[in-house]
């Protein structure tokens, strides 16, 4: 359920992404056939820049009719919920601890339970050869789970619990301070790796797109300032440039930029502090709620509400 998620998010991530630059495109373009037609006074290029506006239009219809951001972060929530669960249930994290009579049967309860809301919306449980333009890719092994066999690790052995791989069952017989080495390496190291690049990531990004928009708003300053005064005549390229630079501003926003750059720099500063903490030996009694904890970080929901502080 993990990889099919996955993989129809990021299809899903890529499908809006396209939609929205696609849509911007199209407007650009049109502002640009518009400023040529008033400068040449040419009905051709009048005519064409209407076009182009008008396919603006139903190129914006046909988003919301495919709500492509809204499939995205339904199987993403998905994903995230089910690899999150699976890493609770293999290291006795949450409601998944040693004592617990039927970790099985709790670990289907938990799932359906956060698939409920999914559901809701909406959302079905995707068949992994389906995704379009994709192929099943291969897990890579986890130096944490070298002693299974890679063919058969990630299939499950029971079907009445499919989501419960042989690879999870390992390495919940494991004793506690292997399954803890486990989840520090596999789990926590590599969200930290994670979330460090895509922070540096989209702070950069964000630096250059807002440089790029700055620079666009004070051309189109400049050359209307500039017309305005006389210093200018013919082309009127203020519009264009405003044009321009609002186009620059709708994709920041789209990509989040800045406030991703600050939601996943506290998700790693609340990992590391996480990750210090497990480090320097929680008692086993213990280790359940702060598995818990650590997991909440990395949830989507998370992020998100962290990001509404970062815009």
């Known amino acids: 359920m993990f990889r099919s998620n996955d993989r129809w998010a990021l299809h899903r991530q890529s499908e809006a992404f396209r939609a929205t630059m696609t849509q911007l495109t199209l407007l650009l373009v049109a502002t640009v056939f518009a400023t040529l037609a008033d400068h040449f006074d040419s009905h051709a290029l009048t005519a064409l820049s209407a076009l182009l506006y008008g396919l603006t239009v139903v190129t914006g219809v ?33 409601p998944f601890h040693s004592k617990v009579r039927d970790p099985d049967g709790l670990f289907n309860q938990q799932l359906e339970e956060h698939l409920r809301g999914l559901r809701r919306i909406g959302w079905k449980e995707p068949a992994p050869e389906r995704v379009p333009g994709t192929n099943p890719a291969p897990v890579p092994a986890s130096s944490g789970y070298t002693l299974w066999d890679p063919a058969s690790r990630h ?45 540096v990531q989209a702070r950069r990004s964000a630096a250059l797109w807002s440089a790029l928009t700055a620079l666009l708003t004070l051309l189109a300053l400049v050359a209307a300032v500039s017309r305005s005064a006389g210093l200018v005549s013919g082309w009127d390229l203020s519009g264009l440039l405003a044009a321009s630079a609002a186009t620059g501003v709708a994709w920041l926003e789209t990509r ?34 702060a598995v818990a904890e650590t997991e909440h970080l990395m949830l989507p929901q998370h992020t998100d509400w962290l990001a509404r502080f970062g815009g």
Do not use: C
Request: charged share 30%; proline share 5%; aromatic share 8%.
């Open 62 to 94: 046909v988003i919301q009719r495919r709500r492509a951001r809204a499939h995205w972060q339904a199987h993403r929530d998905a994903a995230e919920t089910v690899k999150s669960l699976a890493w609770q249930y293999m290291v006795h994290g949450g």
């Open 155 to 199: 299939e499950p052995d029971d079907p009445r619990h499919p989501q419960i791989t042989r690879a999870m069952r390992a390495v919940r017989e494991k004793p506690f301070a292997v399954r803890k080495d486990i989840y520090l390496r596999d789990r926590v190291l590599d969200q930290l790796s994670w979330y460090g690049g895509r922070a």
């Open 256 to 289: 989040r930029h800045h406030p991703l750059s600050f939601a996943h720099s506290l998700v790693r500063e609340g990992l590391e502090t996480q990750r210090a903490v497990l480090s320097r030996g929680v008692a086993e009694d213990r280790w359940p709620e």
